[in-house]
């Protein structure tokens, strides 16, 4: 398993691509903390990066206490876009929880939101990848 390094933004030609667009850009963007800072994340693609078609990763994601969360919701858009999403699979294990079946239909900038959570505290991380 290829892991996936965090990126802090996207470029400027990332920013700039739309759906469809030409520009051969896979940029995945994945944060290293959640919105709020409540958890620390590590994300691994299996095929080192987000494609067309259908997905799966593994995000261990623990608070300062070092409690793992779980992630008990994903969901995914495009902006702008009003595309039917269909929920994955998620399997959560030893700290590691999976998430399996994420099919993303079209070239372009796509918005992945992950719910997790650990008793007492929710928060959500966004991935942002970026794809041809």
Do not use: K, Y
């Not at 470029?11 to 051969?24: K, R």
């Not at 896979?26 to 959640?34: F, V």
């Not at 206490?65 to 919701?73: E, T, Y």
């Not at 495009?78 to 030893?94: K, N, V």
């Amino acid at each position: 398993m290829m892991r996936l390094t965090t990126r802090l933004g996207l470029t400027l030609a990332a920013a700039l691509a739309g759906c469809g667009d030409p520009l051969e850009i896979t940029d995945d963007a994945l944060p290293a903390q959640s919105e709020r800072g409540s958890f620390s994340l590590d994300i691994a693609h299996d095929d080192g990066a987000f494609r067309r078609g259908a997905n799966s990763f593994e995000v261990r994601a623990t608070d300062a206490a070092g409690h793992a969360a779980s992630v008990v919701g994903v969901t995914a858009r495009m902006p702008g876009h009003a595309h039917g999403f269909t929920p994955p699979r998620i399997d959560c294990a030893d700290g590691v929880c999976r998430v399996s079946d994420l099919v993303l239909t079209m070239p372009g900038r796509w918005e992945i939101t992950l719910q997790l959570v650990v008793p007492g505290t929710r928060d959500e991380a966004l991935l942002t990848p970026v794809l041809r």
